[in-house]
């Protein structure tokens, strides 16, 4: 092999086809007739990586082995919201001037630069710092996070839902064979034995602790048949309970629709998980208590609401039973029928006295009737016919009133008070004359 212009050649050999004298210098130009060789693959990955400065890193520390008497140590770090990780090496030297070394599980920030290795192909972080998140920093972070959170509305009363009364299923998300797990469901069904429990053992603290929490507060949610959901955790320190002050783990407890108890910790422990959940339990064993009831307290609850209502029920009765004597006792329920005599009493009363006034009022209408009667025969024309006078009338029948209105020799219709008269008129002389004639 030689170097010819910053290009890279090949001699031929008797052996093998002529390899080409000249490379691509960029990876489009390669072709299948003219590859890379894996060494300068490897050569400008490493220059490509050399040029990158130093950059902090923050991650958890889940694997180192000191190495007593080598210069340089070797850890490996751990994003803790995802599953990717690092290796990183350190000189012994800068190790040793920290108060204590790492350890699995704590949080660093390293300085670091990204190295290559082509003869093995392999990407490594080496850091010349290294320094410890102190529990300060990290509730300082959770501080943070919190007002962001609680800005969103996460940590609405409005948004938290009620516990079921008497869930036949409970989702129990708890570490693998822990305490809290046996206080739980031990405490659960010491009160109400028909309980069944869905447990789901995970890691309730490092790396892996918010994926799987995560992902069995998914599943348990989408399950139809759990009630409720318990997050039950045993006390530890600030770092252990980290995990339940994920963004990711609070935002996947705040999307579940069934309704979720946080038992983290202790009474002071304040993960970020019981500001969320829908009910926060001090411990593991309150959180039994508040799931469940108490079925010997319910049972004395249901005797004492049946003495209860059976004391109602008694003196409502003895109630109505004085209401009912005291009103069987009036004289008006002793003797019915004494009503009824005083009410017959008044209808015969009026009843006479309708008579007395009906027949006042048809003897006025009879003497009233009797004087229109005699008033109307008086002014009747038979009555004028009566006393001589006669009604004389034309053969059309129109009432000779004026000797005018007939002539002489015509016929008339004399009308009498008994018969009529048929005659004819001989002659006719004026009113006048008539009265000068008779005197």
């Given amino acids: 092999m030689s170097v010819v212009g910053g290009r890279v050649g090949h001699v031929t050999d008797s052996t093998q086809r002529p390899l080409p004298t000249e490379l691509p210098e960029k990876a489009l130009d390669t072709t299948p007739t003219s590859p890379w060789p894996v060494r300068v693959l490897s050569e400008k990955i490493r220059g490509y990586i050399d040029r990158m400065p130093p950059v902090w890193v923050e991650g958890q520390v889940v694997q180192f082995n000191e190495r007593p008497g080598s210069g340089m140590q070797w850890l490996t770090l751990r994003d803790t919201e995802a599953d990717a990780s690092l290796p990183v090496t350190i000189f012994s030297r800068v190790l040793a001037m920290l108060p204590q070394p790492p350890a699995e599980g ?70 693998r064979e822990s305490k809290a797990e046996h206080d739980v469901v031990v405490n659960a069904r010491a009160r109400w034995p028909q309980v069944r429990f869905e447990i789901r053992e995970v890691a309730v603290q490092g790396v892996n602790a918010v994926r799987e929490v995560s992902a069995a507060i998914a599943e348990l949610d989408r399950d139809p048949a759990v009630d409720v959901i318990v997050v039950a955790r045993g006390g530890g320190s600030v770092e252990d309970l980290l995990p339940f002050s994920n963004e990711s783990l609070v935002r996947a407890v705040a999307q579940a629709r069934t309704p979720l108890v946080s038992a983290i910790g202790h009474e002071t422990d304040a993960p970020l998980l019981d500001l969320v959940a829908d009910y926060r339990a001090s411990t593991p064993t309150d959180a039994a208590k508040r799931i469940v009831p108490d079925v010997s307290e319910e049972r004395l609850r249901l005797t004492q609401a049946r003495g209860r209502m059976r004391g109602a029920v008694a003196a409502m009765l003895d109630r109505e039973q004085r209401g009912l004597d005291g009103v069987r006792s009036r004289p008006v329920l002793a003797a019915p029928q004494t009503m009824l005599e005083a009410r017959e009493r008044d209808v015969v009363q009026a009843l006479r006295h309708s008579r007395h006034a009906l027949n006042a009022l048809l003897l006025h209408a009879s003497g009233e009737i009797g004087r229109l009667g005699a008033q109307v025969r008086a002014l009747s024309p038979a009555s004028t016919l009566e006393r001589g006078y006669a009604v004389v009338q034309r053969a059309d029948g129109h009432v000779v009133r004026r000797p005018d209105d007939v002539a002489t020799g015509a016929d008339v219709h004399v009308r009498l008070a008994e018969g009529a008269l048929e005659a004819t008129v001989t002659g006719t002389r004026s009113s006048r004359r008539a009265v000068e004639d008779n005197t």
């Fill in 106 to 175: 704590d949080h660093v920030v390293v300085h670091a630069k990204p190295v290559f290795w082509t003869k093995r192909g392999t990407l490594q972080m080496q850091a010349n710092q290294i320094k410890a998140v102190g529990v300060g920093e990290l509730l300082a972070r959770i501080e943070a996070l919190k007002k962001v959170l609680a800005a969103e509305g996460l940590f609405d009363l409005s948004r938290k839902q009620r516990l079921p009364f008497l869930p036949a299923v409970v989702g129990l998300v708890c570490g």
